[in-house]
């Protein structure tokens, strides 16, 4: 059976790279752009980008059969026909966001999903002033860029998105070979930009303060934060960094953060009930037994990388 389409409306790069990813995993896929002259350059890019991915092996047939599922319109309702999910990636505008699902709502079937790209815009704001049925179909899917090689994207509701479209959306992302995380209500920016954001703010405040000058704040993420962030997350770089697991890190380290988050003018403490979350959380993924054979499969991880590394460095 061949899966229903995906409409993406927008060419740019991460309408192409969206459209790569599901084209990639057999979807078919209708790009919309009301510009022909856009579409002409997203055809030029996502040959291109396909090309680096085939010499390196992460495509798996002709680039020609991944091209072959990917049609470009002018027309919304062509692109929209029969629509499973339409995934919308316009400029970071609320006006425009909203203008296009009111379009693709009654261009596409009534029961496709509606996906926003947006990287910062609460869905709340996208269904502002939408008939309630709408609504309900419409969520954030907020993607690492480019899709096609950072597999995370964030799904997040708002208050009036019903729980079928997030199960729903989430399960399409899955099947692309995405790792959707559901976000349980919505905050601006959601979790990529603002753990992204508080990383920034504190690399400005760096070379503002004279400590260090921006490429030594790269070199600290490239050769230190980076490399281990690419296989474990915060979390579980707090739980591997001490012997007893994130309550004894967190037991240690609590009181300087504070301290450091206070120098900033924040006062977010990590309290008892907090880390005893976030303790428990992580003890039910790894249990204290099995701690050290993954501080070794840690290690293991990033000696097989560190060639990769430093041919790039």
């Keep these: 059976m061949i899966p229903r389409p995906i409409a993406i409306v927008g060419s740019g790069s991460i309408g192409v790279a969206f459209a790569i990813l599901f084209a990639r995993s057999g979807r078919p896929v209708r790009l919309y752009d009301v510009d022909e002259n856009a579409l002409e350059r997203g055809r030029a890019d996502m040959g ?6 085939s010499d390196a092996g992460l495509v798996g047939e002709p680039t020609d059969a991944v091209l072959a599922r990917v049609e470009w319109h002018t027309d919304p309702h062509v692109a929209a026909a029969d629509a499973e999910l339409v995934q919308e990636c316009t400029p970071e505008r ?3 966001k909203r203008a296009v699902f009111v379009q693709f709502a009654a261009a596409a079937p009534e029961d496709a999903l509606l ?13 502002d002033g939408l008939d309630d049925a709408v609504a309900a179909r419409v969520v954030v899917g907020h993607p690492g860029n480019p899709p096609y090689l950072l597999p995370v994207i964030e799904v997040v509701p708002s208050p009036r998105t019903a729980r079928s479209t997030v199960k729903a959306v989430a399960e399409i992302y899955r099947d692309a070979g995405l790792r ?6 919505e905050i601006e920016g959601f979790v ?6 508080a990383v920034l703010r504190e690399a400005y405040c760096l070379v503002r303060d004279g400590i260090v000058d921006a490429d030594e704040v790269d070199e600290v993420v490239r050769s230190g934060l980076g ?14 960094n001490v012997r007893g697991g994130i309550a004894a890190h967190a037991e240690r380290m ?7 988050g206070a120098e900033r003018g924040q006062h977010d403490p990590w309290t008892p009930d907090l880390v005893a979350r976030v303790a428990s959380e992580r003890r039910a993924r790894l249990p204290l037994v099995e701690w050290e054979d993954r501080v070794r499969w840690r290690d293991a991880r990033l000696m097989a990388l560190t060639p990769l590394w430093d041919a790039a460095s």
Excluded: H, K
């Design 48 to 53: 291109a980008r396909l090309a680096l991915l």
């Design 94 to 96: 609320v006006d425009l």
């Design 115 to 127: 996906a926003s790209s947006s990287s910062a815009i609460a869905p709340s704001m996208l269904v």
């Design 180 to 185: 959707p995380v559901v976000l349980r209500r």
């Design 192 to 197: 990529f930009n603002r753990l992204q954001g």
């Design 227 to 240: 490399r281990r962030w690419s296989i474990i997350g915060p979390f579980e770089t707090s739980d591997l």
């Design 254 to 260: 609590a009181d300087s953060y504070a301290r450091m």
